[in-house]
């Protein structure tokens, strides 16, 4: 079975900050994907980044980067420079090659950004 | 990137009626489409797995008669919960994938609904 674990709830911090999402997952898969997906208060989900089990390099998009480790089983989240704009809600997601490759979400971690 | 589109993105309904749910893909033949479940403030729990032309899959716990599901063309799911109560009131989200080998899920914007 799989399992993604986003063991903080709640983040607040003051806005410029930096700040990081952990997110630690579960699978006896050798392949799979990992996802981050922002939901605005408007809940909408939004495609942030998709991962493979092959690519364990750092991604960097903007002010957004990713820190993947297999190692750990970890797949953090990293804003620089944070924006009130961010504040939403985020989720890690897995999903295995086989089977229905159906998405697993994390509990999310619910992100504000004060001015 | 593809998109998908529910609709009504909320509804409100009386108890004991039915409200029918659309997911649509809008550029793209989806084969499969999930159907999510959010409760407030907590996660996305998958409901079921719909494949185009055969039965959906159901994850369990999910009634697979309280919430019909289905997958007549490659481009519409309908999510179709029946004799709706107050503890159905949720937000509800369709994803879609274009082929069945990538992992790639294009999700729809949900919707809300709330049983009176």
């Known amino acids: 079975a799989q399992k993604v674990t986003q063991a903080q709830t709640e983040i607040s911090v003051v806005e410029k900050e930096d700040v990081t999402l952990d997110c630690v997952y579960e699978?006896?898969?050798?392949?799979?994907?990992l996802f981050w997906y922002k939901q605005p208060p408007s809940g909408e989900l939004v495609f942030l980044i998709r991962?493979?089990?092959?690519?364990?390099q750092n991604e960097i998009s903007g002010r957004y980067s990713w820190n993947f480790q297999k190692s750990t089983s970890s797949f953090n989240f990293t804003i620089t420079a944070s924006q009130v704009v961010d504040s939403a809600v985020y989720f890690c997601?897995?999903?295995?090659?086989?089977?229905?490759?159906?998405?697993?979400f994390g509990q999310g971690t619910r992100l504000t950004i004060n001015p | 990137g593809a998109v998908v589109s529910q609709h009504p993105s909320r509804v409100i309904c009386k108890s004991g009626t039915s409200v029918k749910i659309e997911c649509r893909s809008l550029?793209?033949?989806?084969?499969?489409m999930f159907w999510y479940r959010q409760f407030p403030k907590k996660s996305l729990m998958l409901m079921a797995t719909?494949?185009?032309?055969?039965?959906?899959?159901?994850e369990q716990g999910v009634e697979k008669d309280k919430f019909l599901i289905n997958h007549a063309s490659l481009t519409l799911s309908t999510l179709t919960v029946t004799s709706a109560h107050p503890e159905d009131s949720s937000f509800y989200i369709c994803?879609?994938?274009?082929?069945?080998?990538?992992?790639?899920?294009?999700f729809g914007e949900g919707s809300r609904l709330t049983v009176l």
């Open positions: 994803s879609a994938r274009e082929s069945p080998n990538t992992g790639e899920l294009f």
């Open positions: 699978t006896r898969d050798t392949t799979y994907y």
């Open positions: 991962r493979n089990s092959f690519d364990e």
């Open positions: 997601a897995l999903s295995v090659f086989q089977g229905a490759q159906k998405l697993v």
């Open positions: 550029d793209f033949q989806a084969t499969t």
């Open positions: 719909s494949n185009e032309g055969s039965k959906a899959t159901y």
